[in-house]
């Protein structure tokens, strides 16, 4: 039987097995689109870090409300890792922390440019010293599951070996944070703690 030549996919499909393979690809692009359609990834958009840098700048000139965020938590909301920094966002905006949400916005827009989440850990910190503040003990065991101490400590060092004046604290910062993420795990809020997370915030660079 003579076969006629097909151009492009449909030419993998000729000779024995062409049923199978045409099956194949038609799972491969349900899958896809599946896939495309469940992760609603904000990565690489444009129109998200816009709005990102928009309530940035708002930062700068006031406290920002819950509605100033309204349009990014739309746009955003079916990407898994967006709706999780959004709950610490919205938290401390609700409680007149605008200057920490904005960090949050930078991280995020990090997320969105390389599609990698990288988080300071003495940063958490601080905003672990303000749920204590407002006694939301909920707040800080949520942040408490989310820290990554090592790769902190890795990238860390990594950094202070190119600039060590800059990271000079960093043995002693370390040690803070370790020791204070060891007993908020064991529930211990005291005053010694939360010493040790306001010498965080007053001496950490990420």
Same mark, same amino acid.
């Given at each position: 039987m003579k076969i006629i030549k097909m151009p492009g996919i449909f030419r993998m499909l000729k000779g024995q097995g062409a049923f199978i393979k045409l099956i194949s690809l038609l799972f491969l692009a349900i899958f896809l689109v599946a896939c495309s359609k469940t992760t609603g990834s904000i990565v690489g958009s444009q129109l998200v870090s816009a709005e990102i840098t928009r309530i940035s700048e708002l930062a700068l000139d006031r406290n920002l409300t819950l509605e100033?965020? %309204?349009?990014?938590?739309?746009?955003?909301?079916?990407?898994?890792?967006?709706?999780?920094?959004?709950?610490?966002?919205?938290?401390?905006?609700?409680?007149?922390? %605008?200057?920490?949400?904005?960090?949050?916005?930078?991280?995020?827009?990090?997320?969105?440019? +390389?599609?990698?989440? +990288?988080?300071?850990?003495?940063?958490?910190?601080?905003?672990?010293?303000?749920?204590?503040?407002?006694?939301? +003990?909920?707040?800080?065991?949520?942040?408490?599951?989310?820290?990554?101490?090592?790769?902190?400590?890795?990238?860390s060092q990594s950094l202070m070996a190119k600039f060590p004046a800059y990271y000079k604290n960093f043995p002693q910062v370390k040690d803070a944070v370790l020791s204070s993420i060891n007993s908020l795990k064991a529930m211990d809020y005291s005053d010694a703690v939360k010493k040790k997370l306001e010498f965080i915030e007053n001496s950490a660079v990420c």
């Open positions: 100033d965020l %309204s349009k990014l938590r739309e746009l955003t909301k079916n990407d898994k890792v967006a709706v999780g920094e959004f709950k610490e966002m919205d938290w401390l905006v609700a409680h007149n922390e %605008s200057d920490h949400a904005a960090h949050g916005m930078a991280f995020l827009n990090g997320y969105v440019q +390389t599609g990698e989440l +990288t988080k300071c850990v003495a940063h958490e910190m601080q905003h672990i010293r303000l749920y204590l503040k407002y006694n939301d +003990t909920g707040m800080v065991k949520d942040a408490l599951g989310e820290l990554d101490p090592q790769a902190w400590i890795d990238r």
